[in-house]
């Protein structure tokens, strides 16, 4: 028998032949019913079970020519009484409302379900507090079981407060030869980083361009955002660069350089203060500052070494001048580290206790050139973090916050604007005399305080109303908040009480920046 084309059928019209009729569903209403008759290929019925005698209930059934399986009284099969070859009549679309439904040895509430061994249904009962689930090999199938622990773990991602041998609680003893990993990439361990611009990404400040370290003078010595260099004494040629690598899962490093043939000794350092709002919860614990580093080929600090620090203080948002002096309240270096670099990316790590008192907390790297430069002569730092816990090399992979998240963190810091195209605008205010505007400017985000401004020439911007009037000064307005920035532009010839608009003078030369650091 074949199956034969779809037909639609009329009272007293055409005819109907075997194939037709054995294809069509039969119903019937017991499992002896079923159990007594055989069908051929393409043969198909509907069992009622009126009488509830088939297990998993009612449920529509086709003809297996080749099938042995085992009759289970119409979970999955039913064989014909008597029967000793193959054909067997199997279930179609089991649903999970039919196992729930079937008649286990079991109860149906909490027991896993799983297909056993010759494609048939089994249950697992509920297990008891204290068991874990295991899988053991049967044949080509995989049963699942409850055992008291699981051992022989080679690796364990796991979530805050956790060790390589734990009680687990419900889930029993997991032991491990392995190490565990602080993976800030999985689920549960959210962002533990105390570093902003850890990676070196945004760099607000100066961009791509390369910028001259001298001594410290406050805001004037920034590199990428958040992170301040400078020469403990005067010296040049010694400049510090976002620089791109893209490799080896690097996006940026900053490279600190020493120009060729310079002969400038001075120690340099880099550093970034907290927020003593990103400190407090700190206060006892255990932390662990981590970071990568790589000496260029002709790097001179005695010993390919450089020199990392975690200084804390018990004041409240003192500034990074003080840091530099050394005069925050109760200032105190914690813990040191001194690595040696090589040509190769190094991962660096350094676990210290944090004072209880601690309000504030500074990481500081710095290193002495010796000799005379060569053409690479020069260090780069990048993915500098700080988080709880102790952790080693290479136990801890990188935060990886998306970038707008990054350049809204350093925004809370520094915002510059600068025009994307001649002649943009970036406030509004209205004209209050013939010399002065009143303009505000939206700040992308709210900043740690009212900042400051720095302006470039102010003849670089110009109010604008029916007609442009060149700034001859521009400042910021005591009305500024933490939100907005106020201006006060001078100028000459306006009309007092007419709106306004606040942008460049047809020159990419304008710029301002926004400052709120530390």
Not at 56 to 78: E, H, K, P, Q, R
Not at 291 to 310: D, K
Not at 406 to 411: D, F, I
Request: one cysteine or more; a neutral charge.
């Amino acid at each position: 028998m074949t199956a034969p084309a779809l037909t639609v059928f009329y009272t007293g019209q055409g005819t109907v032949n075997g194939d037709q009729l054995n294809t069509f569903e039969q119903t019937c209403d017991t499992l002896a019913q079923v159990r007594s008759f055989s069908g051929i290929v393409g043969s198909s019925l509907f069992v009622r079970s009126t009488d509830g005698s088939v297990t998993g209930g009612a449920g529509t059934f086709y003809w297996n020519t080749t099938s042995v399986a085992a009759d289970d009284s119409g979970l999955t099969t039913i064989q014909p009484t008597g029967s000793t070859s193959a054909g067997r009549w199997l279930r179609v679309n089991m649903s999970l409302a039919t196992m729930f439904n079937a008649n286990f040895s079991t109860p149906a509430v909490g027991s896993l379900f799983y297909q056993g061994l010759g494609q048939t249904l089994a249950s697992l009962p509920p297990g008891s507090l204290g068991q874990v689930l295991t899988l053991t090999t049967s044949g080509a199938s995989l049963v699942p079981a409850w055992a008291a622990s699981v051992t022989g773990i080679t690796s364990l991602t796991a979530g805050t407060g956790l060790s390589t041998t734990t009680a687990g609680g419900s889930g029993g003893v997991v032991t491990t030869t392995g190490s565990l990993f602080y993976d800030p990439t999985q689920v549960g361990w959210g962002w533990r980083n105390r570093l902003i611009n850890s990676g070196m990404v945004v760099s607000q400040w100066n961009g791509a361009s390369a910028v001259t370290l001298g001594t410290f003078s406050a805001f004037t010595n920034f590199t990428v955002d958040r992170w301040f260099g400078w020469l403990t004494t005067s010296g040049t040629g010694i400049t510090a660069q976002q620089t791109s690598v893209q490799s080896g899962g690097v996006n940026y490093v900053l490279q600190i350089q020493r120009a060729s043939s310079s002969t400038t000794t001075s120690t340099t350092n880099l550093s970034q203060v907290l927020e003593t709002n990103n400190v407090v919860d700190l206060q006892g614990k255990t932390v662990t500052l981590q970071f990568r580093a790589q000496a260029g080929a002709t790097f001179s600090g005695a010993s390919g070494q450089i020199n990392a620090a975690i200084i804390t203080g018990n004041g409240a948002n003192q500034s990074s001048a003080s840091f530099v002096a050394g005069t925050w309240t109760s200032q105190t270096t914690v813990g040191t580290l001194a690595p040696s670099l090589t040509t190769s990316v190094q991962f660096f790590t350094l676990t210290v206790t944090i004072p209880a008192g601690a309000t504030q907390l500074g990481v500081q790297f710095s290193w002495a050139w010796t000799g005379t430069a060569g053409a690479n002569d020069y260090v780069r730092i990048t993915d500098v973090e700080v988080v709880p816990g102790t952790w080693t090399a290479p136990q801890v992979v990188p935060e990886r916050p998306p970038i707008w998240q990054q350049l809204a963190m350093c925004q809370r810091y520094y915002w510059q604007w600068i025009p994307a195209a001649t002649t943009t605008y970036v406030g509004s205010g209205v004209v209050t005399s013939s010399t002065n505007a009143f303009v505000t400017i939206p700040l992308p985000q709210a900043m740690r305080i009212v900042p400051s401004a720095v302006f470039s020439t102010a003849s670089n911007f110009r109010i604008t109303t029916a007609s442009n009037y060149t700034a001859s000064a521009v400042a910021l307005n005591t009305s500024s908040t933490p939100s907005v920035a106020a201006l006060t532009v001078t100028s000459s010839g306006m009309s007092s009480g007419q709106g306004c608009v606040f942008g460049d003078a047809a020159t990419l030369s304008a710029t301002i920046g926004f400052i709120a650091e530390l």
